[in-house]
């Protein structure tokens, strides 16, 4: 009677223990899609903010062509050469083209470095970083996937999962929206 009692004492605690088991494998697979969750907002965030920045860039170089054309424009205008004032603002008005000039013959001599670009690069290496997290997420999320479903399929956690009501849960795939490209053009209209 005593080893049955002790027998049986055993397998409540083996049972007991691979509840606890399935239980931390399945919190662990929660977390890892938690992960995956917080990479895909961090994604979804950036994603318009590159597009900003883009557009941003392309109003940057139209506000710029816009000015020159105003103060080129102004400059054009006839001035009375005998009026001190006009004749300075004449002349502040044509060193602010010389000016803004300026700026456009660097952007398009040095087009790769400008600091618009540089932060479209970085905002792309963010990108891209944020990317590889999403995909270490995935990874991670499938290596406890993989854990989890081992441990309740195989027996003798499959028992206890089912009276535990621990499920087997399905590993990360990408449909097929998810591998079709970005149209761009949604975010910039």
Known sequence: MEGLLL??????????LWYVSLVKKRNSV?????????QLKKRSNLVPNILKIAQKFMDHEKSLLTEITELRAQV?????????SAVKEHLVKAELLNGKMGQLMVSVENYPELKS???????????NEV?????????????????????????????IASMANIKVM?????????????????YLN
């Open 76 to 84: 054009e205008k006839s001035y009375d050469i005998g009026d001190a």
């Open 7 to 16: 027998g049986l004492g055993l397998l409540v605690i083996i049972a007991y």
């Open 170 to 186: 399905p590993f990360y795939e990408a449909d097929e929206a998810s591998k079709a490209p970005v149209d761009a053009s949604d």
């Open 131 to 159: 990317e590889a997290h999403i995909s270490a997420a995935r990874r991670f999320y499938n290596a406890s996937v993989t854990e989890l479903n081992n441990a309740v399929e195989i027996f003798p956690g499959s028992i």
């Open 117 to 127: 670009d540089n932060t479209m690069l970085q905002a792309m290496q963010t990108y």
């Open 30 to 38: 929660r977390e890892a899609l938690s992960g995956i969750d917080v």
